[in-house]
């Protein structure tokens, strides 16, 4: 239906050449499109192209729907059926940083040009585009919060609605717009993701650069094709472009003969977040300094190449995800950090500036800058290898009380499958104690992280009510829910203070009241009392301190409430 009105509807919008071009191209590359602009234009494409679809994907802070454009040769829209014909699944995710616009117009200008045929849309890759994702930060348009940045003339604001980083926020959920983001990332179910992305740091040659998921969390073979076979061939078309892309540049100003590290990913971060479902993500980073039209242009290369290499190696990519979620399925334990393994590196070839200093006439001192006068290609080390530390043994499953409604909602968004008990249940379970750990003295996005954390555990048999949930280890979240559910893991849901309410003791007592009761409670527990007196033998400061005996007795007495610092995600071992 759409062809057939599409003619006389370019007749009476007065669709000229000059109305297909949006705000980049006309003002010559100066300029970026307003959130309205996007959306507008893609709903207009939408208007004549049965290849495409604009859905509205939920809520976000700023009050304005999260729009999904969808693309397919064959002009079907659903995501189920694309997995079942074999197609590649890509969803690329743009204005994340409102202030890096690239992606949003180098998305506007490449959607277009599939629509109207100059580039092909190969019927094994269906697209996906977010035309902009923090809406709240699109709104917020200046000319100043990117003072590293040379262009476009403005642009939006890195926080969203709620002054919120959006890749800082994929699991802990803080904002409407990441908990619209997991419905449609599960609903789409990717083979890869691209968040577009303009970098910070260093001065050099390169236009583009590109952060790749860490391999090792996806699997040994999806990672190991991902760096061998598939990464390689991107790095090939950009060349093949002209645009000689490298990884990610991740230092600023240090001594190159140590090598660059690969950027770790851990999941607050979309990469990251992407890897816990075998999903291959890919963040590319235009240099800052460059020219703003240079930028969109290598951000539509790439886009376009990652379509062209999809298509390419479609059966395989499908093949390997699936392997490597057969795999989680199966795995017994998993590496809860990741340390850089220095005896693995790729040689990248470096276009970079020579560094010289010169009287900064701010301050009068000694400043370093880059001689762009001075540039010069150099052979680096780049340490793209992560080494699994903390191994954790993976528990049959976890049972997580009712009343951790947040969390409960959050896994349930994130595709897990939970199991309701039907009836109040008594089960032997494997309980954490947290011993210790560290809050930040400062908000981190909206939090103060706990770090350092150290847990003990021990078997226990607690009482269940009906309602709570067991979540079943033999599902393909099974990566999620270890590095969410483990209180030690970096981005765990008890590291972003889901859980602090089990930190603060609800009960206590009066010392004039429990010396009473404490010595009645020694005199029936000799051990109890033996225990206090090789303490006190121990360690004089104890022994000084009646206040903290009181407390020992008080703590290994069944007085003391058994739920204070216990960990409410409890294992089940078998």
């Known amino acids: 239906m759409k062809k057939i009105f599409s003619a006389l509807l370019i007749i009476l919008s007065g669709y000229s050449s000059h109305a297909q071009q949006c705000r980049f191209e006309r003002s010559e590359g100066r300029e970026s499109a307003t959130y309205f602009e996007a959306v507008d234009w893609y709903k207009n494409l939408d208007k004549i ?10 809520p976000t802070d700023a009050g304005y729907p999260l729009h999904l454009v969808l693309l397919s040769a064959d002009g079907k829209f659903d995501p189920v059926a694309w997995h079942k014909q074999g197609k590649a699944v890509l969803l690329i995710n743009n204005g994340i940083h409102p202030g890096e616009p690239d992606g ?4 506007m200008l490449l959607v277009r040009d599939i629509v109207k045929g100059k ?3 190969p019927a094994n890759v269906a697209l996906a585009f977010i035309p902009v994702y923090n809406i709240g930060g699109c709104l917020n348009r200046n000319s100043y919060s990117r003072v590293n940045q040379n262009g476009p003339l403005e642009y939006g604001f890195r926080g969203n609605a709620q002054n919120l980083d959006l890749n800082r926020d994929f699991t802990k959920c803080d904002s409407k717009d990441a908990r619209s983001f997991a419905q449609l990332f599960h609903w789409l179910d990717p083979d890869i993701l691209m968040d577009n992305h303009v970098s910070d740091g260093a001065d050099y040659q390169h236009t583009m650069t590109l952060l790749t998921t860490q391999y090792d969390k996806l699997g040994a073979d999806l990672g190991a094709w991902l760096r061998e076979r598939f990464e390689p061939l991107l790095f090939k078309g950009m060349k093949e472009k ?5 990884p990610y540049v991740n230092f600023e100003g240090v001594d190159l003969s140590k090598g660059m590290d690969m950027f770790y990913d851990p999941p607050r971060y979309s990469s990251g977040y992407a890897a816990l479902f075998q999903t291959i993500g890919f963040v590319p980073e235009t240099h800052m300094l460059k020219p703003y039209k240079d930028r969109v242009l290598s951000t539509y290369s790439l886009m376009q190449t990652l379509i062209e290499t999809s298509a390419a190696n479609a059966t395989e990519l499908i093949s390997q995800r699936k392997k490597a979620r057969a795999e989680v399925i199966r795995e017994k334990s998993f590496p809860l950090n990741w ?4 005896t693995k590196y790729a040689l990248i070839s470096f ?8 009287t900064s006439e701010v301050t009068g001192q000694k400043t370093m800058y880059f001689d762009r006068s001075k540039p010069f290609t150099q052979e680096v080390k780049f340490y793209h290898a992560f080494k699994p530390v903390n191994f954790i043994d993976a528990p049959a499953a976890y049972i997580i009380p009712q009343g951790w409604g947040t969390v409960i909602d959050l896994l349930k968004m994130n595709g897990v499958i939970l ?3 039907a009836k109040d249940t008594i089960m032997e379970v494997n309980a954490y104690h947290i011993d210790d750990y560290r809050s930040s003295s400062r908000p981190y996005e909206k939090h103060h992280r706990n770090t350092g954390v150290k847990v003990t555990a021990g078997l226990q048999k607690v009482r269940f009510l009906k309602g709570d949930f067991v979540i079943p280890m033999n599902q393909i979240a099974n990566r999620y829910l270890f590095e969410m559910l483990e209180p ?3 981005d765990s849901f008890f590291a972003w203070n889901f859980f602090d309410a089990i930190l603060q003791q609800k009960e206590g007592y009066s010392d004039y009241r429990w010396e009473d009761v404490a010595a009645e409670w020694l005199r029936k527990n000799p051990d109890l009392k033996q225990k206090l007196e090789s303490k006190k033998a121990a360690d004089p400061k104890f022994a000084a301190s009646g206040p903290a005996q009181l407390d020992f007795i008080y703590k290994n007495s069944p007085y003391y409430e058994p739920v204070h610092n216990r960990y409410p995600v409890y294992r089940l071992e078998k």
């Open 488 to 490: 030690s893991g970096d």
């Open 104 to 107: 949003i117009d180098a998305s």
């Open 49 to 58: 192209s049965d290849k495409l679809l604009v859905r509205e994907m939920g």
């Open 119 to 121: 580039v092909k849309l």
């Open 351 to 358: 276009k970079g500036f020579e560094q010289a200093y010169r």
């Open 339 to 342: 340390i850089n393994d220095t």
């Open 242 to 246: 002209s645009w000689d892309m490298i």
């Open 419 to 421: 199991q309701a008990l």
